[in-house]
């Protein structure tokens, strides 16, 4: 069903390219609030993503409350009309590797592995957070936003992080399988489509791909 026709979609994106995402300038600032905006590349996505969703019928838009999102969140607000809404719960997860970490991405792959295919909820790198202590802060507050939107029609939208959405929208939507986002990484501005059915979370598209193709 086309957004608007059927029940109320949500909509997870993952914010425009980043400071953060640009491997040649320097990560020596904690990631937090405003110290990674976007990059022009990512001014320009951010535009474009507004564009292309100029006519998707959005009626409310969340945001984790580091820059790089409320920028991107900011430039679909300003396409509809609309405010949006702060989310410190969609922040991107702490993961406890140096962000200018050599050795940051295989990192990132061997704790998402731990997290996702070896179900070791407990890991964590030094100070980073666990699985457990992103679900306890994530789950809640998107089953929170389905309950609020339950009877709505229309899109929701929840701008947050590749990390954070890639690991954890599989929690929610049990027809993703829990390691696809280590086979289709989220790019800058990916969406991931869902829809509530009855009461639970289906996913209809992940990064441009239908949900016939997401495999085991
Ligand atoms: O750097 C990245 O690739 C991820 C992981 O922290 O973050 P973000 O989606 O916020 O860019």
Not at 20 to 47: C, F, K, M, S, W
Not at 67 to 75: E, K, L, P, S
Not at 203 to 215: D, K, Q, V, Y
Request: aromatic residues 6%; hydrophobic residues 45%; proline residues 6%.
């Amino acid at each position: 069903a086309e957004p608007g026709d059927g029940p109320v979609q949500i909509w997870f994106i993952r914010h425009a390219e980043s400071e953060l995402n640009v491997d040649t300038i320097a990560h020596d600032a904690r990631d937090e609030g405003v110290t990674y905006p976007l990059t022009r590349t990512g001014v320009l996505q951010a535009t474009a993503l507004a564009e292309a969703t100029a006519n998707v019928p959005v009626t409310t838009i969340y945001t984790s409350t580091r820059i790089r999102a409320i920028q991107t969140a900011d430039a679909l607000a300003f396409k509809h009309g609309l405010n949006v809404k702060l989310a410190p719960e969609a922040a991107e997860i702490d993961l406890g590797i140096p962000l200018d970490s050599p050795d940051w991405r295989q990192l990132y792959r061997g704790l998402a592995t731990r997290w996702v295919i070896d179900k070791d909820l407990a890991a964590r790198i030094g100070e980073g957070e666990s699985f457990a202590d992103v679900q306890r802060r994530f789950l809640p507050f998107v089953r929170e936003l389905m309950n609020r939107h339950a009877d709505d029609t229309g899109v929701v939208v929840v701008v947050s992080h590749g990390a954070t959405l890639g690991l954890l929208v599989p929690v929610l939507a049990p027809n993703v399988p829990g390691d696809l986002s280590l086979r289709r990484p989220l790019s800058n501005t990916s969406i991931i489509k869902t829809e509530l059915r009855d009461g639970k979370l289906f996913c209809i598209e992940w990064a441009g791909l239908a949900s016939g193709e997401f495999g085991e």
